[in-house]
């Protein structure tokens, strides 16, 4: 179905979101009376979000934009059984103390794309630890347990590829089905939630739900995904050669967060535009329509209008006026991604090779080795040919000694 009528349901259609839903019909019907209630549920199991999730993010977004209301739902109780989907070996299991941190992580990726608060539309944010760290063994294995068939949970996907492949699925696992739907039925109990969205690997454990809520209540509800999505060159969606691209601040800088989607694939700058900003249609397609060396300016749009979106205006700009300091004067900026390193360290002379390292710019000092012998290290804008060269208080400018790895990254090393 692509004539949805409801604001919601056209819009995330004609930006190119939808893979699945359970009920079209049904649930553009809902979406178009009253207020439109929806889920999202992300594990713990790390501080801070990435852009792998944005695209569920940006759902939330665009439900509250039509009038609905957003749940994001923190899994302080899923983690510490730890989602099996699309994982080959078991996640390790994480403390209490650990799922909490993260937690309070987590929760800072939201606050620039949803309004939260007490109001009809505003977005909230559970913990289903509240009510499945209180569930009964056999009060679940009862109340849950009985609307589930062996016969349906061993067909999916990943219970069937590790099945096969003879790899261990334990028992603790197979559990995390009933407990991502028994979210679903509490939500729509609590919360009159009838939503779930997620990505398209999360299809079996929405459709759980759904029926859960049919089988045990009588109740209608709806799932919806998204597509997961990859680059044009087939790579995982917001990982690089660093790692993943987190949205915490403090994991990636509103610098490194500007460039990782400055150096989008040309062919991929027409769908990121339509995914992760709210750039007019219209708009879009002109970008896109941009030819040769020219889409780089659609680039630098895609770039400002999503650090903005989770960064604000003025680091959008700033991050801008660093890359054109170094791309097209060839200066240092005070945006790059800084290391700080003693004073004494530097005055004793410091290797080229461990400062790269030092600075994320490569993962060790044998890389960084590498890089120099390819002709692709620079210091100060200099290139360094001697894979044992050494950096030190005198090739200090500006208070830092600038570091390039290729044309695209940089990084600053600052005396302490």
């Known amino acids: 179905m692509s004539d949805y009528k409801s604001e919601f349901l056209k819009t995330l259609s004609d930006r190119g979101f939808i893979k699945q839903v359970t009920h079209p019909a ?102 289903n630890d509240d009510w499945l760290g209180k569930l009964g063994y056999i009060e679940m294995l009862r109340n849950v347990g009985t609307y589930f068939t062996i016969n349906t949970m061993v067909k999916q996907d990943t219970v069937a590829r590790r099945l096969a492949a003879e790899q261990p699925y334990t028992f603790l696992e197979f559990n995390y089905l009933l407990m991502q739907s028994y979210d679903f039925l509490e939500l729509f109990r609590r919360q009159n939630c009838r939503m779930q969205i997620g990505g398209s690997d999360q299809w079996g454990n929405i459709v759980g739900g759904v029926d859960l809520i049919h089988k045990s209540v009588g109740g209608e509800a709806y799932g919806l995904t998204a597509h997961l999505i990859t680059t044009s060159s087939g790579g995982k969606m917001g990982k690089t050669a660093d ?42 397609a002109r970008l ?39 791309f097209a004067a060839g200066g240092s900026a005070e945006a790059l991604p800084t290391v700080e390193i003693p004073t004494s360290e530097l005055e004793a002379g410091m290797l080229v090779a461990a400062a790269f390292a030092a600075a994320g710019l490569t993962e060790s000092n044998g890389e960084a080795r590498r890089l120099i012998k390819q002709g692709a290290a620079k210091v100060n804008d200099a290139p ?33």
């Open 384 to 416: 360094v040919s001697d894979q044992n060269a050494s950096i030190s208080a005198a090739d200090i400018i500006d208070g830092a000694i600038k570091l390039s790895a290729g044309k695209k990254r940089h990084a600053l090393v600052k005396p302490i």
């Open 26 to 127: 049904e649930m553009d019907t809902y979406c178009q009376t009253g207020i439109p209630t929806a889920y999202i549920g992300y594990d713990a199991t790390a501080d801070s979000l990435h852009v792998g999730h944005l695209m569920q993010i940006m759902m939330l977004r665009h439900l509250q934009k039509a009038g609905g209301k957003p749940i994001v739902l923190i899994g302080g109780g899923t983690t510490k059984v730890g989602d099996p989907t699309d994982k080959e070996k078991s996640r390790p299991l994480l403390t209490d103390a650990q799922i909490a941190e993260n937690m309070e992580g987590i929760k800072k990726a939201f606050l620039p794309f949803l309004t939260f608060g007490d109001g009809p539309t505003d977005a909230i944010m559970v913990n």
């Open 243 to 284: 790692g993943a691209v987190w949205l915490n601040a403090d994991r990636k800088s509103p610098y490194e967060y500007w460039q990782f989607w400055r150096n989008t694939e040309d062919a991929d700058v027409g769908r990121f535009l339509r995914l992760f900003t709210e750039l007019p249609l219209e708009e879009i």
């Open 288 to 326: 896109e329509a941009l030819e040769g060396a020219d889409i780089n300016t659609a680039k630098i749009v895609l770039a400002n209008e999503t650090t903005r979106m989770l960064h604000g205006e003025a680091a959008a700009k700033e991050a801008e006026a660093a890359a054109s300091a170094v």
